[in-house]
């Protein structure tokens, strides 16, 4: 399949309160649908816009410069504004958000940091609003006149970096928080695709190399143990290192009273093999129809997700579009959670990692079969 990168204004719609009215009235809402097809496809297309793909209520349309992009939006929420004055038409009402980025072709679909970003501010757009990132803002400027209001440093779900918006058309007495409306619910999750993409062999080496470090840690305190529970004082013969190759007891590069032998021969193989079988590595890749639903995953699926003895997954990393989760502990065992992640980042994180509608899971094999069990379910609710 052809690859191809490119600059492109990436614009977002959205019904305002569709998910209500489906449920309330299923006919109004394909009506709805409907009228919203008629009335955008005309302005769509005289403004030069390809409709990517269509995510229920919402389009995902790519536009060859960013003021076709801006005029077109302006053109649809007059037209609807028009739409909605007779009284003889059944009201609705969207947003719209642009963003100009770099984007991925492939195939029929669009992925990227532009995709990515343009869904991420068409919520903060009021009803019947426009919102446009600041690159979109600095490159129509000079060419059309915006009605817009400026604000900074706002943080888009899930995306490192803050960014400066724009709202269209300013409104009074209205603050942006009271029309972000970021815990909208959608659609139901829809899963087009799950598939495997990480190899088995190729995951030996890096799990054999996490658990070593993390078995490497755990002898001492199962020695000290052991030393605690023998019929000898706690403090005779103690040392730190071994005194003999078969026998004697000793904090490190030791087991139990075996010597370093019994260490190298037994412990550090058993153990290491007992913990890549329960740490080995495993990679998904999951496509969603509605690139909406990834917010959900994100927030529900990892930090929703419960685990005994653990609490649930929080973010401790993130880097543009990936996100690094891990198991937090009880609150009362809190005060260890740096050290540990400190030696067993690798084999208990879930690594995440979004574009457009794509997301690739990354973490032990037992996690990715319970998210994925969850992923089912989702689908449900």
Wanted: charged share 25%; net charge negative; glycine share 4%.
């Amino acid at each position: 399949m052809p690859i191809e990168r490119k600059l492109a204004a990436i614009m977002f719609t959205d019904i305002v309160g569709f998910t209500k009215i489906m449920g309330d009235d299923e006919k109004t809402a394909l009506t709805i649908l409907e009228k919203q097809q008629s009335l955008l496809n005309p302005i769509i297309q005289e403004r030069k816009g390809t409709i990517i793909k269509k995510m229920g209520d919402g389009l995902l349309i790519e536009f060859p410069s960013t003021v076709e992009a801006v005029e077109c939006a302006t053109q649809i929420q007059a037209q609807i504004k028009l739409y909605n004055e007779d009284n003889n038409n059944i009201e609705f009402h969207i947003r719209i958000g642009i963003h100009l980025g770099d984007i991925v072709v492939l195939g029929d679909d669009i992925l990227g940091d532009g995709v990515n970003i343009a869904s991420r501010i068409e919520p903060l757009a009021s009803s019947d609003g426009i919102c446009i990132t600041d690159a979109v803002y600095k490159s129509v400027k000079s060419r059309l006149k915006l009605d817009a209001k400026r604000i900074d440093e706002v943080d888009l779900k899930h995306i490192d970096d803050k960014y400066t918006i724009y709202k269209m058309p300013i409104e009074e007495n209205n603050e942006f928080e009271e029309h972000s409306n970021l815990e909208e619910i959608h659609p139901k999750i829809k899963i087009l695709s799950m598939e495997t993409i990480s190899q088995p062999l190729k995951e030996i080496l890096p799990t054999f190399w996490s658990t070593f470090k993390v078995a490497l840690v755990m002898h001492p305190f199962l020695n000290i143990v052991t030393k605690a529970l023998g019929d000898k004082p706690f403090f005779e013969d103690l040392h730190i290192f071994p005194t003999s190759l078969d026998s004697g007891w000793a904090l490190l590069f030791n087991f139990s009273d075996r010597g370093l032998l019994g260490f190298l021969i037994f412990y550090l193989p058993l153990m290491c093999l007992f913990m890549m079988i329960c740490y080995f590595k495993k990679e998904e890749k999951v496509i969603f129809s509605d690139i909406r639903n990834v917010d959900k995953i994100l927030d529900y699926m990892i930090t929703d997700l419960d685990n005994i003895p653990l609490n649930r997954y929080e973010i401790i990393e993130q880097k543009g579009n990936s996100i690094l989760y891990w198991p937090t502990l009880k609150s009362f065992l809190r005060i260890l959670d740096k050290p540990i992640i400190f030696v067993a980042k690798e084999a208990e994180s879930i690594l995440l990692r979004f574009d457009g509608n794509v997301v690739y899971i990354r973490s032990r094999w037992s996690a990715i079969n319970k998210l994925k069990k969850q992923l089912k379910l989702l689908e449900l609710v």
